[in-house]
Structures are given as structure tokens and as C-alpha cells.
């Protein structure tokens, strides 16, 4: 898992300093799942700026209910890093 720099969506070659300064930013969480046979990354991308371990627990427990995800683990040979 990584958090990446938070990203601000918009904008363009030219902007004024109060358009630059009032985009709104996102928090944007990877986590890589690797199995015997693929790479699988799953991204997170949410308002929350806190980078805290709330936002993760609630990233991860995302990620185990999803169907794709349940779908990858119930494989004999994969495994989560």
C-alpha cells in the first residue's frame, strides 16, 4: 500500500493564483495484490486528506468486499503482500 501525493483534479496551462489554490484535493491510496499469476492494483481516491489508518481499515474492508477481490482470493495459490 502507498499513498501518493494528494492530486488536484482540473485545471489547465494557465490559471490565476485563486483557481490554483481553491481545487479541491484528493487522497489517492494503491494497494498491489500480487497472486501466483497477476499483479492486481486497486485504487482509492477520496476527499479524506488524513492518510490516517481509519481511512486505510476503511480502504481495506472496501477491498475484501469486493467481488473481484473475493473472487482472486478464494484461488488455492494466491496470496496477499
Known amino acids: 500500500m502507498d499513498f501518493k ?6 485545471g489547465g496551462p494557465r490559471e490565476t493564483s485563486h483557481s490554483w489554490w481553491n ?3 484528493f487522497t489517492l491510496l494503491d ?3 500480487i ?3 497477476n499483479f492486481h492494483f486497486y485504487d482509492f481516491i477520496s476527499e479524506d ?9 476503511s480502504c481495506i ?7 473481484s ?5 478464494n484461488h488455492k495459490t494466491s496470496h496477499m503482500v
Open 35 to 37: 497472486t501466483s499469476k
Open 49 to 57: 486528506l488524513t492518510h490516517d489508518s481509519v481511512f486505510v481499515k
Open 69 to 73: 477481490f473475493k473472487d482472486k482470493k
Open 23 to 25: 481545487k479541491i484535493q
Open 5 to 10: 501525493e494528494n492530486i488536484k483534479v482540473g
Open 61 to 67: 474492508a472496501d477491498l475484501l468486499g469486493k467481488q
Open 31 to 33: 494497494i498491489l495484490v
